[in-house]
C-alpha cells in the first residue's frame, strides 16, 4: 500500500523515509524526514481535495530544478498566483493533496 506514493515522495522529492513508532505501524500513511522536521503522510476519506486550499509548502533553494524534476516525471505544474519577493507553483501529490514549491528571490 502507499507504493506510488512513497516512491513520489522518497524517489521523486528526494525525501527519506523514517521510520514510525511501533504503536502506529499498523496504520496507513507514512512519515518523512525533511531537514529537521517530519512529515506525516495519509489521506482521509470523504475529503475533497481539489476544493480545499489545505496544503504543504516546501520552501526551496533551486525552483528551476525542482520544476524540472516534476514535469520530467510527468506531473502537472499549477501556476500559483504571485508573491512580491517570492518565485512559486504548484502541483498535486499523487493522493490528490495540494503541494506548493515557494523560493525567495
Known amino acids: 500500500m502507499y507504493i506510488e506514493q512513497k516512491k513520489f515522495y522518497c524517489e521523486i522529492l528526494s525525501l527519506p523515509e523514517k521510520e514510525k ?5 499498523g496504520r496507513e500513511g507514512f512519515w518523512l524526514k525533511v531537514g529537521d522536521r517530519e512529515v506525516h ?4 476519506d470523504g475529503f475533497d ?10 520552501q526551496i533553494e533551486d525552483i ?3 520544476r524540472n ?6 506531473i502537472q505544474i499549477i501556476e500559483g498566483v ?3 519577493g517570492f518565485e512559486r507553483f504548484e502541483f498535486r501529490d499523487p493522493f490528490g493533496n495540494r ?3 515557494i523560493q525567495e528571490i
Open 64 to 66: 528551476s530544478y525542482w
Open 21 to 25: 513508532p511501533e504503536s502506529l505501524k
Open 69 to 74: 524534476v516534476l514535469e520530467q516525471n510527468d
Open 41 to 44: 503522510i495519509g489521506t482521509e
Open 82 to 84: 504571485p508573491i512580491p
Open 99 to 101: 503541494v506548493e514549491m
Open 49 to 58: 481535495r481539489l476544493k480545499t486550499k489545505v496544503h504543504i509548502a516546501y
